[in-house]
């Protein structure tokens, strides 16, 4: 896709019986967008005269809505909170993963498929998956990408489990097998089947990566970007040493540190992963928390319009791309990831885009 298609239309679906509920939502003030390694988030806003005649075009926690662009669809997930404000109707909705939030491994292992020892992460995720949507009035139809990775999640000495009496939800598993270092990256994806008749709901993943490092697009002061982002300098949050704590209690609390000298005034950081009991998850939870907490001042926002330095639609998430910024506080260059953006569209002066970033030299590929 080249530049911006306006948003053609906004349906919704029962989520159970597959029912279009509506094909043409007038939604106002429509923002949109996905993330890396989350469910990306939509909001929007509606009469409430509408809602009040026609209750069940938007029910929160059983109906799926989609965005569709120039005939392709752009975004789909499931509404989960919908609230009068004046004389407006707002409502928020989040990608399939969000679903996982909502689940719960009653039966312990993801119904026996686990423990797993030295396994790829990514047969874990799909496992996850097909325990969610194994169950009565427990599938979104969300279909998940057959990408092996060489990653590794449990040990010999430790086993990655799923334990019934821990109560942690799905979505937090999921979460453990993409947030530490040189795990597989994954987003939530969709569109529409060869003859148009339904979405197709997926889980792409990535190995090593999602994204790839883009010289062909840039975003710069004054040529794409209208705002003037901030670098707070904050030394609170700085940390060279992370301590991540795990499950458990007092001396049997699970612990990894990680730690690296480089000539700053040592600063440690205590992260709090409850659910996690993985040693190997443990550590690599914390090295990532070190690399991201070792970058003092960073350019994590910029709103962006459509421009040929890079048009709507022609970057990813998780690519790399190179961000100038240029302002009366900050002068800063370099590499950034995309983590995810929201697309508005009906910002004054015309659409724009809100994109989330990372220092991109704070993430580690396997094999990169």
């Known amino acids: 896709m080249t530049g911006l298609a306006p948003v053609d239309r906004v349906l919704t679906r029962h989520a159970l019986t597959g029912e279009w509920l509506t094909l043409a939502l007038p939604v106002q003030d429509l923002t949109y967008g996905p993330e890396l390694n989350g469910p990306g988030s939509l909001t929007g806003r509606l009469s409430p005269r509408l809602i009040s005649q026609h209750p069940s075009f938007l029910d929160p926690g059983t109906t799926f809505i989609y965005v569709e662009a120039a005939g392709q669809l752009r975004w789909g997930g499931l509404i989960w909170h919908a609230e009068p404000q004046g004389d407006t109707f707002s409502f928020e909705a989040a990608s399939w993963s969000s679903y996982l939030e909502h689940r719960y491994d009653l039966d312990g292992q993801f119904g026996g498929r686990g423990p797993y020892t030295n396994e790829d992460p990514t047969v874990v995720i799909r496992d996850i998956w097909e325990y969610a949507q194994g169950v009565a009035d427990g599938s979104i139809g969300v279909t998940v990408d057959a990408t092996r990775s060489t990653a590794k999640v449990g040990t010999t000495q430790e086993s990655y489990k799923s334990n019934w009496w821990d109560s942690k939800t799905l979505g937090s598993h999921l979460d453990d097998l993409v947030s530490g270092e040189a795990t597989p990256d994954y987003t939530c994806d969709v569109a529409w089947n060869g003859d148009k008749t339904a979405p197709v709901h997926r889980l792409r993943l990535g190995w090593p990566r999602l994204g790839a490092r883009r010289t062909d697009i840039s975003f710069s002061s004054g040529?794409?970007?209208?705002?003037?982002?901030?670098?707070?300098?904050?030394?609170?949050?700085?940390?060279?040493?992370?301590?991540?704590?795990?499950?458990g209690e007092g001396s049997a609390k699970r612990r990894a540190v990680s730690a690296v000298r480089n000539g700053r005034l040592r600063l440690e950081h205590v992260a709090d992963y409850p659910g996690i009991k993985a040693e190997d998850v443990l550590a690599s939870q914390a090295g990532a928390d070190r690399k991201r907490r070792e970058v003092l001042g960073s350019v994590d926002q910029i709103t962006v319009r459509d421009t040929a330095a890079a048009r709507f639609g022609s970057w990813q998430v998780g690519d790399d791309v190179y961000v100038r910024v240029h302002n009366h506080w900050v002068s800063y260059v370099g590499w950034r990831r995309i983590t995810g953006w929201t697309i508005q569209t009906a910002a004054k002066g015309g659409p724009q885009a809100v994109i989330d970033l990372k220092p991109a030299d704070a993430y580690t590929y396997a094999g990169v």
């Open 223 to 247: 040529v794409n970007i209208i705002d003037e982002p901030t670098v707070p300098l904050a030394g609170d949050d700085y940390a060279q040493v992370v301590i991540g704590m795990g499950e």
